[in-house]
């Protein structure tokens, strides 16, 4: 039997797969987390917290239940010779903040993965770097995959980071297929983007149906696909209208398999608070990393009951530099920068930018 939770993600593999004999499978290593952070945060199974050191330099580390309530009392030394320490948690249904000191710089950190049990590539968009020097905040902006088979716990912990709205970008179809669930009191909004509707849906089946796997070129497909999303102006007029609504934030957007129509806001809501495009690349891939487990599972079981080969999904499933890069390149060549198509298309002028930036980054 195919757990559904390992099938989240893929488009639709019993719509698009013939039966046919088992198709070969080789598992590759996990993907590099491609962000580059001083201090990595991470929340362990047991719910106690690992940080770990990505650099040089000796940290202070200072914990508590918000960045309100820091225990500044109870330091906790992060080092050169002590790379990776690990934080219990007293309150395991409850994120925990800390506060990194070295000298006169400090650093706020929580976990980057919001880790449920049934919702993948559920981030925080907090603790990015921007151009001049200030950081994006976190616990107000999060990004996600589908929401459809949240378990109680995930439900319970959901509800402590605070999310006041949540705006859906897949199609009626896929929210047919799979409702989402959320906590009593969040706000949900159908916001579609890009072109995915049932037509399009349907000739892309058919063309992995049809696809031969020696020639099938699913990262041009995925290419292509970036322009469209790109320029879904009227969702992401509503998204950074949303996000300067104080009865919106913090807010979570979504799609099926969070990379795609997510990582590509994710992207344009970074580049309207400042972030070099290399971060903002760096960010689009990390869904690499967090989908890892989840991907290798559907590409296995592809491989052994529908017999697909996993050249033909492994493009479709992962992100690459390039699906972004052609849509931003796009956009560049059309208006002459990004921050440009924001403006003329999105309407962020100069004063909503600064709003964003003076709510947004600390």
């Not at 559904?4 to 039966?19: E, M, Q, T």
């Not at 949900?188 to 399009?200: A, E, L, Q, Y």
């Not at 099926?256 to 290399?278: F, M, N, P, Q, Y």
């Amino acid at each position: 039997m195919i757990n559904k939770k390992h099938i989240k993600g893929l488009l639709s593999v019993a719509s698009i797969a013939v039966f046919a004999a088992c198709a070969e499978y080789t598992k590759p290593e996990r993907p590099e987390y491609t962000l580059n952070e001083v201090i990595y945060v991470d929340k362990l199974p047991e719910k106690d917290y690992q940080l770990t050191l990505r650099s040089k330099g000796n940290w202070n580390v200072y914990s508590g239940n918000s960045f309100e309530t820091i225990n500044w009392k109870a330091p906790v030394t992060l080092s050169n010779e002590n790379k990776i320490i690990t934080i219990k948690n007293s309150t395991p249904n409850q994120r925990l903040a800390f506060a990194a000191v070295n000298g006169k710089d400090t650093l706020h950190l929580t976990e980057r993965e919001i880790d449920l049990e049934n919702s993948v590539n559920f981030r925080d968009l907090g603790g990015i770097p921007t151009q001049d020097g200030k950081h994006t905040k976190w616990g107000l902006i999060y990004r996600s995959g589908e929401l459809s088979d949240l378990t109680n716990e995930d439900l319970a912990y959901m509800s402590t980071i605070d999310i006041k709205s949540i705006l859906d970008f897949r199609t009626n179809e896929e929210i047919e297929e799979k409702p989402d669930m959320y906590p009593n009191g969040v706000q949900w909004f159908h916001v579609p983007v890009g072109n995915m509707g049932n037509g399009n849906m349907k000739e892309m089946f058919g063309k992995l149906r049809e696809a031969n796997p020696e020639t099938f070129d699913g990262g041009k497909l995925m290419e292509d696909i970036s322009e469209d999303l790109l320029k879904s102006k009227d969702a992401f007029k509503t998204l950074f209208s949303d996000l300067l609504n104080n009865d919106r934030t913090p807010l979570l957007f979504h799609c099926t398999a969070g990379k795609d129509r997510t990582g590509h806001a994710s992207a344009l809501i970074l580049t309207a608070l400042g972030v070099d495009e290399e971060t903002i690349y760096n960010e689009y891939t990390l869904s690499n990393y967090f989908r890892y487990d989840n991907n290798e599972e559907t590409i296995k079981k592809a491989a052994k009951f529908y017999g697909i080969d996993q050249r033909i999904l492994r493009p479709m499933m992962s992100v690459r530099r390039s699906y972004l890069q052609t849509g931003m390149d796009i956009l560049k060549a059309e208006y002459g920068s990004v921050q440009n198509y924001l403006e003329t298309e999105i309407g962020l002028d100069s004063t909503a930018i600064s709003k964003l930036r003076n709510k947004f980054l600390e």
